[in-house]
């Protein structure tokens, strides 16, 4: 994922409102292991209060419909719920508003029951047609909605009575358990009430802590919603998220105690850290520096191009000048330590003679081109070695360009005006299963063609074929070799292909906060955290 996508709408309506605002595989045994929790839950600590330094500013709202902004994710976290949640820092599913793991009548139909006592915010009980219309909306293709491509499998979903709700499925799909987790269960009687532009900024849902207030590059309230019954009741009274997207302000922050947990500590200050003791872990993450090329423009559409910039690149120098360590080179689409990782076929080791010798045999003598980058910080410092190494291949000359997200994305990749882009993507913020990790980049329309342009090859072709293999596989094994097939295309192929998987280092105060877990993605999550 990069920093954010914008829905222009939304984002117009989110920043008018905020001036006026005070401002069925891997995991099923385990969600088979939890009962609908208690009915009540210890009150928090009286005056309590978590502090934390968030590196993103707020550029989209709250709803959950569209917002795909690195910060209101996280707020989201603790504001809704779904019928089952993903847990932040293990990435397995726990039951969220379902009182018992979603029941299977057929190959495609579930019933879900809602967890007994669950409430939003504003005291009015949660109900089947609340999470009807939650699925609705985002289905709904006239809004526009990025979630809806992670369950285009459901055909309709009903309300059977007011706690259970039916789900019919186009197709068999066996991760229809974990892909729950993508949707957020919203009120139905306040959206409709205020407008979706006014929920955007002040939204309302039914998880462990209540939205008080937002400023834009200021800072988030939160209030514990002491009426939430669910697995992770709130353990503080109010949560303040100051908003500092400049690194040296949120590190001054933590060593100063202003906070007690910041995320995205840079490299550089991970020691500095440690030495005031404050507790610093770096996650490995699936989060990735990827290289995309328009494969629509020559010489990019022939692959040995595309892989000899590959081979080019000196990575190992990259992680240990930018990364201080803190990344592992690609070795698959993959991170190495996701359940699910398989080493792919082809391998990009530094070897400047192999591109020089693949250019050559593609019939390129001589190439001029801009790079283009996110200005994310760390990007900005990976891209001039990025430089360094391709400048050093005869006959290559290649010059570079940062850009916002938005402007990168809206006005160059959008219209087809780049040759080549290096910027960050995390699509396991939504969640970890292998099919949406590879849906995200390489399924559809999205990415392939109207991003890197390759949805015309037969090895695309192909990959949509293994997708949905995988996806009616009859076991995670089966599942797995599918999968296995599409990592090596795309290893070999480099249309979008990661150069490293990095680790997120997270800040934070031991001797202040309780059962504080850092996470391998963006964002920080205080569920089960407690002030000592």
């Known amino acids: 994922m990069t920093k954010h996508f914008e829905h222009n709408e939304s984002r117009r309506g989110f920043m008018k409102l905020m001036a006026g605002v005070g401002a069925g595989f891997a995991f099923s045994s385990t969600l088979g292991t939890f009962s609908a929790p208690a009915a009540a839950a210890t009150a928090p600590a009286k005056g309590s209060v978590i502090e934390a330094g968030i590196s993103y500013s707020l550029s989209t709202g709250f709803d959950p419909l569209r917002t795909t902004g690195a910060t209101p994710m996280a707020a989201n976290l603790h504001i809704f719920e779904g019928l089952v949640d993903l847990h932040p820092a293990t990435r397995e599913p726990y039951l969220g508003l379902a009182a018992k793991m979603p029941e299977k009548l057929d190959d495609v139909t579930y019933r879900v029951t809602l967890r007994d006592g669950a409430v939003f915010h504003d005291g009015k009980p949660v109900t089947s047609a609340d999470v009807v219309f939650s699925f609705e909306r985002v289905l709904n293709p006239e809004n526009k909605s990025l979630f809806a491509g992670f369950v285009p499998f459901i055909e309709s979903v009903k309300a059977v009575d007011d706690k259970v709700i039916e789900f019919k499925l186009k197709y068999p799909f066996a991760l229809f358990t974990e892909r729950l987790t993508i949707i957020r ?24 802590y209540k939205f008080v207030s937002a400023v834009k590059d200021d800072k988030i309230v939160f209030e514990a919603n002491t009426a939430y019954n669910g697995i992770y009741p709130p353990k503080a009274e109010k949560m303040i998220w100051s908003l500092l997207s400049d690194d040296a302000a949120r590190v001054t922050a933590q060593e100063s105690k202003r906070v007690q947990a910041i995320e995205s ?16 872990e770096s996650v490995q993450s699936f989060g990735l520096l990827f290289l995309m090329f328009n494969c629509a423009e020559a010489p990019f559409n022939n692959v040995k191009v595309r892989q000899a910039f590959h081979y080019a690149l000196d990575t190992q120098k990259m992680i240990d000048v930018v990364f201080l360590g803190n990344a592992r080179a690609a070795t698959s689409y993959l991170q190495e330590t996701h359940p699910d990782y398989v080493k792919a076929s082809t391998q990009y080791d530094f070897d400047k003679e192999k591109a020089a010798a693949l250019l050559k045999e593609a019939g390129v003598d001589k190439l001029e081109f801009e790079l283009l980058a996110t200005d994310t910080s760390w990007v900005k410092e990976c891209a001039p070695l990025i430089l360094e190494s391709w400048n050093a291949i005869p006959g290559v000359k290649v010059t570079l360009r940062h850009l916002q997200s938005s402007a990168l994305y809206g006005e160059f990749i959008a219209s087809g005006n780049f040759k080549v882009v290096v910027a960050p993507g995390d699509p396991s913020v939504f969640g970890n299963d292998v099919d949406l990790l590879l849906s995200w980049f390489y399924r559809g329309d999205g990415w392939a063609k109207n991003r890197y342009r390759w949805s015309d090859t037969p090895e695309y072709a192909e990959v949509q074929k293994l997708l949905d293999a995988a996806v009616a596989a ?12 599409v ?9 979008l292909y990661p150069l490293i998987h990095r680790k997120l280092p997270t800040a934070w105060d031991d001797k202040a906060l309780t059962d504080f877990q850092p996470l391998p993605t963006t964002g920080m999550s205080f569920l089960g955290v407690g002030r000592k």
């Open 487 to 495: 990592f090596n295309i795309i290893a070999e192929q480099v249309p």
């Open 265 to 280: 500590v840079p490299y550089l200050d991970i020691q500095r850290l440690k030495s005031k003791r404050q507790s610093v």
């Open 185 to 208: 269960i919203v009120p139905k009687h306040v959206v409709e009430a205020v407008g979706e532009s006014a929920f955007d900024a002040t939204p309302v849902g039914s998880g462990p």
């Open 474 to 485: 009859k076991s995670h094994s089966d599942a797995k070799a599918e999968w296995s097939k």
